[in-house]
């Protein structure tokens, strides 16, 4: 463990311990140095528009009053996300399994971590994570804050396997990350609990509000759940069969479009306790449908490839079990609206009107990493 070196083994000694320690392929990556523009992105500066600006998503805002977002504290956060350094091995990064031409989800069903193991989960997408209404994360909700989420795949043995003080040394080897970190929190001392704070401050910076609803709503602040002009008939008649028969905003409500807690929403009764030989009651965490286009595949184990296999569940799917949530459910049947073909095309049509494109191309929020 690179712990409690002395005085004389600092950057340039520990420089070489690594690569001895961890192997040619950390050799190569320990050169790696990111380009970040002269001026830093405005980060704490990112402005929602009215309708997203009411209470009902303000409100649920988890940026800690210890942790605000600073342009130097979500730069440091960038780099952090996108350096393999933070993997064992210096194969992954954050960015391997939330990679913003996905809307910073994962494409495959499960991920890879950094020995080729898949992970239990579909990773899931980062947007809209500072307003998240359920101020839980992971699938199974186990998380109480950013802060403590970010650490947890660092220290995953088949995601990072890293371990703290080796992650603070490897970072302190590096010629540029002190001066990150003093420009970010006052002094050049790396620290587990600044790695999370940044990139929490990077992963709330994340806000991308720019989708076609998002403008039609602007347009009509007073429309809510109600057609919108800047929407065409086909998205329109799906908005309706949203908020209205199709009973999806029960489940993704506001403008938002996310729920407040866990829910077994028809797909298995129990699901095999990743930690525990147990199979436990199949509640997982209800995420938003920004961004829904990009996000692919669905659900906890990224079952489904395509939206349209998303509305055939609720549609003619969901399974009866005891923990049903009963907006699903009544008198002991499950609730399957059995949508026509019409009503299934009109409700992707509206899913995919929340996909703000601008997330996967902003440079503030992409790889500072040359390619190598």
């Known amino acids: ?27 190569v990556q320990l050169g790696d140095t990111p380009v970040l523009p002269a001026t830093p992105y405005d980060y704490d500066g990112i402005a929602l528009p009215g309708h997203l600006q009411h209470s009902s998503v303000l409100r ?65 997408a980062l947007a809209f994570a500072r307003y998240d209404r359920t101020r839980r994360f992971f699938w199974d909700r186990r998380a109480p804050t950013l802060e403590a989420l970010t650490l947890e795949p660092i220290q995953d043995p088949i995601e990072m396997g890293m371990t703290l003080d080796d ?3 490897r970072l302190e080897a590096t010629t540029f990350y002190p001066a990150l970190f003093a420009d970010a929190f006052g002094t050049p001392d790396v620290t ?49 069969l949203f908020f209205g028969p199709g009973r999806c905003e029960q489940c993704h409500s506001g403008d938002m479009f996310t729920g407040r807690a866990g829910t077994n929403n028809g797909l298995d009764s129990t699901f095999a306790d990743p930690g525990t030989s147990r199979r436990v009651p199949g509640i997982f965490k209800t ?27 609720y549609s003619t799917g969901v399974q009866i079990s005891p923990s049903l949530a009963s907006r699903l459910r009544r008198g002991g049947v499950p609730i399957r609206p059995s949508f026509s073909d019409d009503e299934r095309a009109d409700l992707v049509a509206f899913l995919r009107t929340l996909t703000d494109t601008t997330i996967t191309t902003d440079p503030k929020w992409s790889d500072p990493f040359p390619p190598q």
């Not at 977002?69 to 091995?89: E, K, Q």
């Not at 929490?200 to 809510?224: G, H, K, P, T, W």
């Not at 449908?289 to 669905?298: H, K, Q």
């Not at 906890?300 to 395509?306: K, L, V, W």
């Open 1 to 27: 463990m690179l712990t409690a070196q002395p005085s004389w083994f600092r950057p340039a000694a520990l420089a070489v311990f690594s690569v001895v320690a961890i192997g040619a392929t950390f050799a």
């Open 60 to 124: 649920w805002d988890n940026t800690p009053d210890d942790n605000p977002i600073t342009d130097a504290g979500a730069t440091l956060g960038r780099v952090l996300f996108y350096d393999v350094r933070l993997s064992r091995n210096a194969t992954v990064s954050c960015a391997s399994c939330h990679r913003q031409e996905h809307g910073f989800s994962d494409p495959r069903p499960l991920s890879v971590g950094f020995e080729g193991e898949h992970t239990d989960r579909n990773s899931m």
């Open 167 to 169: 992650l603070t040394a």
């Open 192 to 240: 587990s609990d600044r790695v999370a704070r940044a990139l929490s401050q990077f992963v709330r910076s994340i806000v991308a509000s720019n989708s076609r609803y998002d403008a039609a709503r602007e347009a009509q602040e007073e429309l809510f759940g109600r057609p919108l002009a800047g929407l065409t008939d086909q998205e329109n008649r799906g908005l309706e």
């Open 287 to 313: 995420v938003s449908l920004r961004n829904i286009e990009l996000t692919a595949p669905y659900m906890h184990d990224g079952r489904f490839e395509t939206l349209e296999e998303v509305v055939d569940h």
